[in-house]
């Protein structure tokens, strides 16, 4: 974590930062405040190797995944809820066996970052007790030998009693999340890296706390006095945020609340367009490759832009 002044930085250079084989996650959930013009980038770098563990994937994992940047996915759902059930590119991937999927439950994920977050090896739980979660054939990165007890744990669980009541009955160990790089997407980030975030901050705070190193690309940067001024409102602090960076639109086609609402047409299309590896590759040639992130705003047309903003008395765009 970071103590310096001086965080900010280019898109190019928040990119250059994930190296090849690094552990990552991301702000938000499902299809709100995923941090896509540096998930855009990643793939223009043509990053590979990538270990994303996440609370819950999204449009930002299909797409990671349909590039060819993920070696190992680590979660509990991948789709883009109300246009497209499902991870296509994700499935395809793990279909072929180029992609390492580590199944969790939706609580049991978010444990283990709690526990990162609190500097604990593992977390302790009885949920998904009883399931096949917890059945060893579907302990994917031990079967694949990927187990080292460094960057990726010993065991997937481990069960055990509870030592200090009795009749508790079995508890489940679960491990710590190992996150080299957070990269969060935010309303609003301060010129020394607090972060406030409007509406529901989800995993943020943990995922923060857990990585290495935490980059946050906001729709703004603002004044710390400002933001310190009703510093209840904030979210992260700047102590634990080492880069920033100002990217409006930044998680387009996923949404910002208060800011501007999910881009549901351009998410069906991508579903529709990204079923087989020819179609995502078209996808991409047409809107990742050859573009800087504002080429890709110009592409998308401010007209569609100031379509999905946002109304500032209710946070989202009223239908007409």
């Known amino acids: 974590m970071s103590t310096s002044t ?32 540096l998930v855009y980038e990643l793939i223009r770098q043509q990053r590979r190797g990538l270990h994303l563990i996440e609370v819950n994937g999204g449009p930002q994992s299909d797409f990671l995944a349909g590039a060819g ?113 957070a990269i969060l997407c935010v309303q609003q980030v301060g010129e020394q890296g607090t972060v406030r975030v409007s509406g529901q901050y989800n995993s943020d705070p943990e995922a923060a706390r857990a990585a ?8 703004e940067i603002v004044p710390e006095e400002y933001l310190r001024r009703d510093a209840d409102q904030n979210t992260i602090t700047s102590f634990e945020v080492d880069y920033i960076l100002e990217c409006p639109f930044g998680a387009h086609p996923t949404g910002v609340f208060g800011c501007y609402d999910v881009d549901g047409a351009f998410l069906k299309d991508f579903y529709g367009r990204t079923r087989t590896q020819e179609g995502f590759d078209e996808f991409a040639k047409e809107w990742i490759h050859g573009l800087d992130h504002m080429g890709y705003l110009e592409k998308l047309g401010w007209p569609r832009m100031l379509n999905l903003r946002a109304n500032t008395a209710l946070n989202y765009k009223p239908r007409r």
């Not at 084989?21 to 995923?34: A, E, K, N």
């Not at 290495?212 to 729709?219: K, P, W």
Request: proline letters at 4%.
């Open 69 to 181: 940047c993920l070696d190992i996915w680590e979660s509990c759902w991948v789709g883009h809820e109300l246009y497209g059930k499902y991870g296509a590119n994700v499935s395809r991937r793990v279909s072929k066996k180029e992609l390492l999927v580590e199944d969790y439950s939706h609580a049991e994920m978010m444990f283990r970052f709690a526990a990162a977050a609190q500097g604990a090896p593992y977390a302790v739980t009885q949920t998904s007790l009883g399931t096949d979660i917890h059945n060893p054939e579907y302990d994917t990165l031990g079967r694949a030998g990927r187990r080292d007890g460094k960057r990726i744990a010993k065991h997937k669980y481990i069960f055990t009693e509870d030592p200090f009541f009795e009749g508790s009955g079995p508890q489940v160990l679960i491990p710590a999340v190992k996150i080299d790089v």
């Open 6 to 37: 001086n965080k900010r930085i280019t898109l190019q250079q928040a990119a250059e930062i994930v190296k090849n084989g690094s552990s990552l996650t991301f702000s938000g959930f499902t299809i709100w405040r995923r941090p896509f013009a």
């Open 212 to 219: 290495d190193i935490t980059i946050v690309m906001a729709e």
